[in-house]
């Protein structure tokens, strides 16, 4: 008959359950292994965006409005009008008074003033848009 294994000393783990600490991210050298590899694929999707100064907007929606709707160019998707008709306007508008050192509660330019606080549209609050603030709009709309 099959006799039971011996007892392991205290602290030691079976051969068979996770042999190599390298790839489970148990030691410092996995842990770096996985953030290098998270950073090269961030770095490879948003490389036009980190490298580049370009935004993640897309803008050639201009085509939709005069002077250039005679343009033969159309709008690659023009389901992310949102992007350049509501938000970056009002992350341009967010960025311009926070840069003068007002943090804006009130935004005269639209209609006959909206509240730009409590707009739950632009997500003025949001952690990641406060942090990007001091950064231009265009783009932090490629990083957000």
Known sequence: MNEPPPPLPVGAR???????????????????????????????????????GRGLVPSDG?????????STNQPSNSLLADQYLVFVPQ???THREFMRGQFPLWNPNLECGIPNLASIQGALLYPINLLLLPVDPFYAAGIA
Do not use: K, Q, Y
């Open 14 to 52: 079976p051969a068979s359950i996770g042999s190599s600490s390298v790839t489970d991210g148990t030691t410092p050298g996995g842990f770096c292994l996985w953030v290098v590899a998270l950073a090269g694929v961030i770095a490879v999707l948003l490389h036009v965006s980190l490298f580049e």
């Open 62 to 70: 201009i085509f939709n409005f005069a002077p250039w709707l005679e």
């Open 91 to 93: 992350h341009e508008f």
